[in-house]
Structures are given as C-alpha cells and as structure tokens.
C-alpha cells in the first residue's frame, strides 16, 4: 500500500513563501515519477510541477520561476518549494505519484491534500 503524506501548507501573504513536503512510503520511491497538483474551489484540479525519475522538472506556466520541485529519493521525499506567492495560488495542493518516470501524468497515488492560502 503506497502512502503519501503532504505537509507545509498554510496561510501566507502575497509575496511570501512556502515549502510543501511529501513523504512517500510502501513503495520504491526512486522508480516513481513524482507530481503536485492543485485544486482551488469551482474549478479542476491541475498539474503544477513534476518532476521524472532522473529529475527533470515540468512546470504549469502560471508558476514558472516561482516554484520549484525537487525530490531526495534517501528520504523518500518530493518538495515544491513555493515562491512570490499570489492569490490566484491558493488551493488544495496534492502530492502525485505514478509508477513510471513521468508517473505524475498519469497519478496512481494522491496525498489527502494541504491546503494553501495565499492572502492579498
């Protein structure tokens, strides 16, 4: 059973930062391609970063050069580092995880969600 974990969400100003954490267990992490989506309230939830087997990265164009993902496979553990932060970059932010290199395409597995909220 794979289990993902997502924490470091909050409340924030316009400008500021956070970093989100997503801990991984039973599976082999390394072999999966790793992902956070959004989901903000009336509208579908969307692929903000994600990020290969090998570590390399996609990005949505509305965060391009504020987020940043990465991933630390000894520490079963994929980040986004969140930067600039808007309004328009408050949600639902979930953890993706799919057994391919670009398993984030296509998830698998999903965290329960933390919430982001990012005030003007």
């Known amino acids: 059973q794979v289990q993902l974990v997502e924490s470091g969400g909050g409340l924030v100003q316009t400008g500021g930062s956070l970093r989100l954490s997503c801990a991984a267990s039973g599976t082999i992490f390394s072999s999966h391609g790793m992902g956070w989506y959004r989901q903000a309230p009336g509208k579908q939830r969307e692929l903000v970063a994600g990020i290969t087997t090998w570590g390399s990265t996609n990005y949505a164009d509305s965060v391009k050069a504020r987020f940043t993902i990465s991933r630390d496979d000894a520490k079963n553990t994929v980040y986004l580092q969140m930067n600039s932060l808007k309004p328009d970059d408050t949600a639902v932010y979930y953890c993706?995880?799919?057994?391919?290199?670009?398993?984030?395409?296509?998830?698998?597995?999903w965290g329960q969600g933390t919430q982001v909220t990012v005030s003007s």
């Open positions: 993706a995880a799919g057994r391919s290199p670009f398993g984030y395409l296509r998830p698998e597995y």
